[in-house]
């Protein structure tokens, strides 16, 4: 993903919120406006060059205003108890799916040295009926090369009866 298409979506990430008040079946409505359970691989560890994912479910929920939409994620609690906070991210219609770019901190412990570095996560779902399915990858800038680190990982989800 360039530059410019990440700076795109993150704009839209932010001027999003100004939903329209048109109703979104108006504007031809993503199948994936509404709120979802997620299963989804919330990470990974790299043990001796082992890659082991760390799976998760968290609450995702999709508003849309044009052809832009709104997600917002809100992760289960972590391993270890603790629960992150919900991350709000722009995508946008393509096709029949939808592509979303969310930037977050990621902390790596490399040879016993903590590092943070920002991590952008895309996210391609495709909603049929009420299950969800696509994938999440990672791009880390500066770790390129980091092979299985970054390789696709799949989504699934159902949607939230209200």
Known sequence: M????????????VIAPAVSAVPSQAQG???????????????R?????????IMGEAKFEVAQSGDSLLATLAPGARPDGTIPPPATFGGRIAGDS?????KQKATFNMNGEEQTR???????????????????????????????MTAPAPVKGVRIKR
Request: no cysteine.
């Open 2 to 13: 360039t530059p410019l298409v990440r700076a795109a979506l993150i704009a839209a990430a």
């Open 29 to 43: 409505a993503s199948a994936l406006v509404g709120a979802w359970t997620l299963s989804y691989e919330r990470g």
């Open 45 to 53: 560890r790299v043990e001796n060059g082992v890659v082991s994912p």
């Open 98 to 102: 939808a592509v979303f770019v969310q």
């Open 118 to 148: 920002d991590m952008f996560l895309t996210w391609v779902l495709r909603a049929s009926g009420d299950a969800l399915t696509g994938t999440m990858a990672r791009e880390i800038p500066g770790m390129e090369a980091a092979g299985d």
